[in-house]
């Protein structure tokens, strides 16, 4: 592990010398994910894009890159644009990127099952705000959303992500 590597801790997150307060996926930590299980993945991913909502903030930072109306994430485990952004119309399954609350207007893309995508292992792991604190996701790491605003200003494209296989 390096300085600038986050790692996911049972007490939060580890970055930047100090813990930042998170939840996981409602399915707990597992090393064998799932599409629908709503568990975070063990593994060593990177993080490897941020989107943002320009009509909501700044862009902040040079590499983020806007969520426009009709952006979507593809997590149809049978169509070939599965774990993949997407744009509407598309009759799959997929989730809405620019959302009516918050909840992805910062969202740190990570290199999980990505880009070349093994059907059925479970679509997008982001780094995005929370609900509310203790909340479950459905696989993601969400934050307040002060605390990943933070986070997106410290780290770099690529910056290494850890779940441990301890936390299983």
Same mark, same amino acid.
């Given at each position: 592990?390096?300085?600038?590597?986050? /790692?996911?801790?049972?007490?939060?997150?580890?970055?930047?010398?100090?813990?930042?307060?998170?939840?996981?996926?409602?399915?707990?930590?597992?090393?064998?994910?799932?599409?629908?299980?709503?568990?975070?993945? /063990?593994?060593?991913?990177?993080? %490897?894009?941020? &989107?943002?909502?320009?009509?909501?903030?700044?862009?902040? /930072?040079?590499?983020? /890159?806007?969520?426009?109306?009709?952006?979507?994430?593809?997590?149809?485990?049978?169509?070939?644009?599965? *774990?993949?952004? %997407?744009?509407?119309?598309?009759?799959?399954?997929?989730?809405? &990127?620019?959302?009516? #609350?918050?909840?992805? #207007?910062?969202?740190? &893309?990570? #290199?999980? *099952?990505?880009?070349?995508?093994?059907?059925?292992?479970?679509?997008?792991?982001?780094?995005?705000?929370?609900?509310?604190?203790?909340?479950?996701?459905?696989?993601?790491?969400?934050?307040?959303?002060?605390?990943?605003?933070?986070?997106?200003?410290?780290?770099?494209?690529?910056?290494?992500?850890? %779940?441990? %296989?301890?936390?299983?």
């Amino acid at each position: 592990m390096t300085p600038s590597d986050m /790692v996911l801790t049972r007490q939060g997150l580890r970055f930047a010398g100090r813990k930042w307060p998170c939840t996981i996926g409602r399915g707990g930590v597992q090393a064998d994910k799932r599409e629908g299980d709503g568990a975070t993945p /063990v593994g060593v991913h990177r993080i %490897v894009g941020l &989107l943002y909502r320009p009509d909501r903030m700044a862009k902040p /930072v040079d590499w983020a /890159v806007p969520i426009r109306p009709g952006d979507l994430w593809s997590d149809d485990p049978g169509h070939e644009d599965y *774990n993949l952004m %997407v744009r509407a119309p598309y009759p799959h399954s997929h989730e809405t &990127l620019r959302r009516a #609350d918050p909840l992805y #207007d910062l969202v740190l &893309l990570t #290199d999980w *099952n990505w880009p070349y995508a093994e059907r059925g292992r479970g679509s997008a792991i982001f780094l995005h705000r929370w609900r509310r604190p203790g909340f479950p996701t459905e696989g993601c790491i969400a934050f307040r959303p002060d605390h990943l605003r933070r986070i997106v200003e410290m780290i770099r494209y690529e910056t290494r992500f850890i %779940v441990p %296989v301890s936390l299983t």
